[in-house]
């Protein structure tokens, strides 16, 4: 996951049926993104929130933030964050321009 992170410049890891997973790719899609996707099923979800922390401690070398959710949104490299953070972005104005930096956007 680690490279998978590092590799794109979206990535959005979603759990299967989830609804507010639905609504940030529905989102990133409406920007003209195309986000790497990893769907992810109860099965595996403890597993993938492990590796979460593993990739966030890899960046970051303290953080206050709370423990991953889903969806869990990464941009550039880094954990973004979920559904509020995302949608906060884009009232604001911040989400185009933050992907067009990490060249997820080219208009």
């Given at each position: 996951?680690?490279?998978?992170?590092?590799?794109?410049p979206?990535v959005?890891?979603?759990?299967?049926?989830?609804?507010?997973?639905?609504?940030?790719?529905?989102?990133?899609?409406?920007?003209?993104?195309?986000?790497?996707?990893?769907?992810?099923?109860?099965?595996?979800e403890?597993?993938v929130?492990?590796?979460?922390s593993?990739?966030?401690d890899k960046?970051?070398?303290?953080s206050?933030?709370?423990?991953?959710?889903f969806?869990?949104?990464?941009?550039?490299?880094?954990?973004f964050?979920?559904?509020?953070?995302v949608m906060?972005?884009?009232i604001?104005?911040?989400?185009?321009?933050?992907?067009r930096?990490?060249?997820?956007?080219?208009?």
């Open positions: 996951m680690t490279k998978l992170v590092a590799e794109n979206v959005v890891f979603a759990r299967s049926g989830c609804c507010m997973c639905h609504v940030v790719k529905l989102l990133l899609h409406g920007h003209g993104v195309n986000p790497t996707i990893f769907d992810i099923n109860e099965e595996n403890a597993a929130l492990e590796e979460f593993k990739i966030i960046v970051e070398e303290k206050d933030r709370p423990p991953p959710s969806p869990a949104v990464f941009v550039g490299g880094n954990l964050g979920g559904l509020e953070e906060a972005a884009h604001t104005g911040e989400l185009v321009p933050l992907l930096k990490v060249g997820a956007l080219w208009l």
